[in-house]
């Protein structure tokens, strides 16, 4: 479901050609603050789904619940709270 969500996302994607042959510069629209910056339309495609990726992976670590909906795939929907983590031995001897 992640791979579709990511495609799904980056088929909203814009892209823009900056003044004086610097570029382009590209965003999704819902995904406030990412954003992909390249010389070429294609390596600006490709950074821009790596730091989507990048993103994702941050918000979910996060527990982050404030991910867009993007064609009916909701990544937060459902999301059990994050159990504590276990302590080491050295942990509880201390």
Not at 13 to 40: C, H, M, S, W
Not at 69 to 85: D, F
Request: glycine share 8%; with cysteine.
């Amino acid at each position: 479901m992640l791979i579709e969500y990511i495609e799904a996302a980056m088929r909203r994607a814009k892209y823009q050609l900056l003044p004086n042959d610097e570029g382009f510069v590209g965003r999704i629209p819902g995904f406030r603050g990412l954003i992909g910056y390249a010389r070429t339309l294609e390596a600006c495609r490709d950074d821009l789904q790596g730091a989507l990726q990048s993103w994702l992976l941050v918000k979910l670590r996060h527990g982050d619940t404030d991910l867009p909906v993007i064609e009916k795939m909701n990544l937060t929907r459902g999301k059990l709270p994050q159990k504590p983590r276990k302590k080491h031995a050295a942990q509880r001897a201390a």
